[in-house]
């Protein structure tokens, strides 16, 4: 068992110092507290008929927004967005409301709460995290690039 623990190691560090040699530090990360978060982000590869928008905006390290979704003959809603960057981070407060219409009308106007950590891997990416629970695949969110009418 020792042999193969020490063989586990010598090859742990040797990858180590291959990574090092290659200048690998991991994933590049965008420093989200300048401009490239300000704008609208769109959940990516939602079924049809449902989505996910957030607006946001970053002031010094404070992170504001408003949000919509909607799911596939279901029902949607709007989202209040709050929270901080911390690091290369974003961590996120979500609440929704669903609004009315869609399936059991009742529900109209619950309110559920969810935590993210964001962070963005390109200037027009995000992936997000739930903050409860780490482990869960992330979704990514695409930045929707316009442009003014001078520019068109």
Known sequence: MKAYQARVRASLAFAAAIGACRGF??????????????????????????G???????????????????????????????????GASLHLSVTSTRGPGGILPSLAGSVTHSEYVAVLSSPTAMSVTESANPGAAAFRMRKRITTSAAER
């Not at 905006?57 to 960057?85: K, P, Y």
């Open 52 to 86: 996910e928008e957030w607006s946001l905006l970053v002031q010094d390290t404070l992170v504001t927004g408003a949000g919509a979704w909607t799911l596939e003959t279901c029902c949607g809603g709007t989202e209040a967005i709050v929270g901080h960057v911390r």
């Open 25 to 50: 530090t991991g994933p590049i990360l965008i420093d989200p507290s300048s401009d490239l978060v300000n704008g609208t982000w769109v959940r990516e590869n939602e079924i049809p008929g449902s």
